[in-house]
C-alpha cells in the first residue's frame, strides 16, 4: 500500500469537483428556473438541494478514489477506469437533461450511470471496505437521480 498524502487527497477532491462543475458550465446555466417549470415525480426535492448533494457527493467520491488509488490490489486499475468512465457519464448527464432538455436521453444516461456506479462500487468493495462505504451515498443518489430522471420522462 502506498504511503498517504494529504496533497494527492486533495487532488482526487478537487478533480471531482472539477468535473461537477465543468458539467454545470456545459449545461448552459438556468438550472432551478427549468427546473422550477417541470411536473415533478413523487419525492423530488427542490432546486436547491441539487448543488448542495454533489458538492458533497463528488467530495466522497474523490475521497473514494483517492483510498482506491493507495492500494496494490490487481484491482485498482479496474476501479480506476470505472472511476473515470462514470465520472465522464455523470458530467454528460446536466447537459443532457438541462442544455439538450432530453428527458429521454437522461434517462438512458442515468441508466448507464447507475450500472457503471453499481460495477464500481463492486470493485471498490473487493479493493477497501472503506472506500466502498465513502462512495455508498453515491450510489443511493445515482439510483434516486435515475428514478427522477424517468419520472421526468413520463411526466413531461
Known amino acids: 500500500m ?7 487527497l486533495l487532488i482526487f477532491i478537487v478533480s471531482a469537483e ?7 458550465l456545459i449545461s448552459g446555466g438556468q438550472f ?16 436547491w438541494v441539487f448543488p448542495v448533494t454533489w458538492v458533497i457527493l463528488y467530495a466522497l467520491m474523490g475521497t473514494a478514489a ?9 484491482l485498482r486499475p479496474l476501479a480506476l477506469k470505472l472511476y473515470g468512465a462514470q465520472l465522464a457519464v455523470n458530467v454528460i448527464w446536466s447537459p443532457i437533461f438541462f442544455g439538450s432538455r432530453s428527458f429521454a436521453g437522461a434517462a438512458v444516461t442515468a441508466v448507464l450511470l447507475l450500472i457503471l ?6 470493485v471498490f468493495f473487493r479493493i477497501s471496505e472503506n472506500a466502498a462505504f465513502i462512495a455508498l451515498p ?3 443518489w445515482t439510483a434516486y437521480a435515475a ?5 421526468f420522462l413520463v411526466l413531461n
Open 138 to 140: 453515491y450510489l443511493i
Open 2 to 8: 502506498k504511503k498517504p498524502k494529504l496533497t494527492d
Open 32 to 47: 432551478s428556473e427549468y427546473y422550477n417549470t417541470l411536473v415533478k415525480p413523487p419525492i423530488a426535492p427542490p432546486g
Open 18 to 24: 472539477l468535473a461537477g462543475a465543468f458539467s454545470a
Open 147 to 151: 428514478y427522477l430522471s424517468f419520472g
Open 66 to 74: 483517492y483510498i482506491v488509488s493507495l492500494s496494490d490490489s490487481m
Open 117 to 122: 456506479v453499481t460495477a464500481m462500487e463492486l
